[in-house]
């Protein structure tokens, strides 16, 4: 600790907050990871008044206090919305009389139980697009370096797989404009879906992003993309006659004719996912490539086929498959590819555990681990201390049988000002991510 908090500023600062019935609070301060005394300081200063209070040490043990004080944020921010879901979901679960335990999905492709996820609501952000990576992974043998497509209503997802594992964001995902330390499966998403809306703009028609209602083939007032999948003859969903009614009365509006206008909100909508995708993988390949299994690659990404799910995926193959020249691929199920995902993905967590045997101390910040050790302190023993606090963490909360991987374990010599030498060590294990196939 180089400068100690200053006890009235914190005061002042409590007192504050409290008075404008401020009740969620994020904590974070500079190297927490390393010493958290201060983050628990302001912790027992402002329990008696905070809903909640998240402190940035117990979200990640990785450094940088940008991201960290992100993730806290949004941490605390979607904390009371998250929780009525969570008992909301406890309350249908009781009402239905079901009795097995619940989890959900994260945001790197693993799931946690509810009851870890209301303390950390901000993991599942972005658990959409992981449970369509993790569904994919249930119903396809996938070994090769490919792109997978969700089409949805309103938006298809994109995701990258390197030698048949998903791609990830080591370094955390961003939430707008700000990056936080929350890691995940790298996902793309654009504004084109099933129910994208059609407008002519200019005379060229555009797809999306907007929804306004399903398509008119389903009872909605406004043609969409659907609709003109039903005009071209890709599909015949619904009922087709009002989705011809739908393209012939935009078209009229522009005077033009109404196949010309679907095939154009096909073609825009086929290049513009296909345009996504090629980009996705160009910028992956910008930066060395991380998948699940930690693997870092050093060649580039070459996908070599398309996989596809969602409700329109067989009216889009095709088409996709002619955008990207490569092979196309749906598998049994497409439609409800995420929701086997998410039923079959298995619980994980991570761990950062350090050491430091000149200050004999070592410590597991987001498990709140932290004891004393001896000089003779090892790097056996602190892989062996990760793995069984981070065991112990899971069964606490309901996951047994965790098999925990070691990602990285390294010991540095070091010597402070005083000539005493010593080591500092590191390591990371986490549950991997993955899915238990029937």
Same mark, same amino acid.
């Given at each position: 600790?180089?400068?100690?908090?200053?006890?009235?500023?914190?005061?002042?600062?409590?007192?504050?907050?409290?008075?404008?019935?401020?009740?969620?609070?994020?904590?974070?301060?500079?190297?927490?990871?390393?010493?958290?005394?201060? $983050?628990?300081?302001?912790?027992?200063?402002? /329990?008696?008044?905070?809903?909640?209070?998240?402190?940035?040490?117990?979200?990640?043990?990785?450094?940088?206090?940008?991201?960290?004080?992100?993730?806290?944020?949004?941490?605390?921010?979607?904390?009371?919305?998250?929780?009525?879901?969570?008992?909301?979901?406890?309350?249908?679960?009781?009402?239905?009389?079901?009795?097995?335990?619940?989890?959900?999905?994260?945001?790197?492709?693993?799931?946690?139980?509810?009851?870890?996820?209301?303390?950390?609501?901000?993991?599942?952000?972005?658990?959409?697009?992981?449970?369509?990576?993790?569904?994919?992974?249930?119903?396809?043998?996938?070994?090769?370096?490919?792109?997978?497509?969700?089409?949805?209503?309103?938006?298809?997802?994109?995701?990258?797989?390197?030698?048949?594992?998903?791609?990830?964001?080591?370094?955390?995902?961003?939430?707008?404009?700000?990056?936080?330390?929350?890691?995940?499966?790298?996902?793309?998403?654009?504004?084109?879906?099933?129910?994208?809306?059609?407008?002519? #703009?200019?005379?060229?028609?555009?797809?999306?992003?907007?929804?306004?209602?399903?398509?008119?083939?389903?009872?909605?007032?406004?043609?969409?993309?659907?609709?003109?999948?039903?005009?071209?003859?890709?599909?015949?969903?619904?009922?087709?006659?009002?989705?011809?009614?739908?393209?012939?009365?935009?078209?009229?509006?522009?005077?033009?004719?109404?196949?010309?206008?679907?095939?154009?909100?096909?073609?825009?909508?086929?290049?513009?996912?296909?345009?996504?995708?090629?980009?996705?993988?160009?910028?992956?390949?910008?930066?060395?490539?991380?998948?699940?299994?930690?693997?870092?690659?050093?060649?580039?990404?070459?996908?070599?086929?398309?996989?596809?799910?969602?409700?329109?995926?067989?009216?889009?193959?095709?088409?996709?498959?002619?955008?990207?020249?490569?092979?196309?691929?749906?598998?049994?199920?497409?439609?409800?590819?995420?929701?086997?995902?998410?039923?079959?993905?298995?619980?994980?967590?991570?761990? $950062?555990?350090?050491?430091?045997?000149? /200050?004999?101390?070592?410590?597991?910040?987001?498990?709140?681990?932290?004891?004393?050790?001896?000089?003779?302190?090892?790097?056996?023993?602190?892989?062996?201390?990760?793995?069984?606090?981070?065991?112990?963490?899971?069964?606490?909360?309901?996951? $047994?049988?965790?098999?925990?991987?070691?990602?990285?374990?390294?010991?540095?010599?070091?010597?402070?000002?005083?000539?005493?030498?010593?080591?500092?060590?590191?390591?990371?294990?986490?549950?991997?991510?993955? #899915?238990?196939?029937?």
């Amino acid at each position: 600790e180089i400068l100690a908090l200053d006890a009235a500023e914190l005061d002042q600062a409590a007192n504050a907050c409290r008075d404008m019935g401020i009740q969620a609070y994020a904590v974070a301060t500079k190297f927490s990871t390393r010493n958290p005394a201060q $983050e628990n300081q302001i912790l027992d200063r402002i /329990q008696d008044q905070a809903a909640v209070a998240t402190l940035g040490h117990r979200l990640s043990g990785l450094l940088n206090f940008p991201r960290r004080v992100a993730t806290v944020y949004y941490n605390s921010a979607v904390w009371r919305i998250y929780n009525g879901f969570a008992d909301a979901v406890e309350d249908a679960a009781r009402e239905l009389g079901l009795t097995a335990p619940v989890y959900v999905l994260k945001a790197d492709g693993g799931t946690m139980p509810l009851l870890l996820s209301r303390e950390q609501p901000v993991e599942s952000i972005l658990s959409g697009p992981a449970a369509s990576v993790m569904g994919m992974i249930a119903l396809c043998d996938i070994s090769e370096d490919c792109i997978i497509l969700d089409i949805g209503g309103t938006t298809t997802d994109i995701a990258v797989f390197a030698e048949g594992s998903p791609v990830i964001k080591m370094e955390g995902i961003s939430v707008g404009s700000y990056k936080t330390l929350v890691r995940a499966l790298a996902t793309r998403s654009i504004g084109i879906g099933g129910d994208s809306l059609l407008r002519i #703009v200019g005379g060229e028609v555009r797809v999306g992003p907007e929804r306004e209602g399903p398509a008119m083939a389903f009872g909605g007032n406004k043609p969409t993309l659907l609709d003109a999948l039903n005009v071209q003859g890709v599909t015949k969903a619904g009922d087709t006659s009002a989705s011809a009614r739908g393209i012939q009365g935009l078209a009229k509006l522009w005077d033009q004719l109404p196949q010309p206008v679907a095939e154009q909100a096909v073609e825009r909508a086929v290049t513009a996912i296909r345009d996504a995708a090629e980009d996705m993988v160009w910028h992956l390949n910008q930066r060395p490539v991380y998948t699940i299994g930690e693997l870092l690659r050093d060649e580039k990404l070459a996908p070599s086929r398309v996989y596809v799910m969602g409700g329109p995926a067989k009216a889009f193959r095709k088409l996709l498959g002619q955008a990207f020249d490569r092979d196309v691929k749906v598998p049994d199920d497409f439609a409800v590819a995420n929701a086997v995902g998410a039923a079959l993905t298995r619980p994980t967590w991570s761990a $950062e555990l350090f050491a430091d045997t000149v /200050q004999g101390r070592m410590l597991v910040p987001n498990l709140g681990v932290s004891r004393e050790i001896g000089p003779g302190y090892s790097l056996a023993e602190a892989r062996s201390d990760a793995s069984e606090a981070l065991v112990a963490h899971l069964a606490q909360v309901g996951v $047994e049988s965790a098999a925990v991987d070691v990602t990285e374990a390294m010991a540095f010599a070091m010597v402070d000002d005083y000539g005493m030498s010593g080591k500092n060590i590191r390591v990371a294990c986490q549950v991997r991510p993955g #899915v238990d196939k029937p």
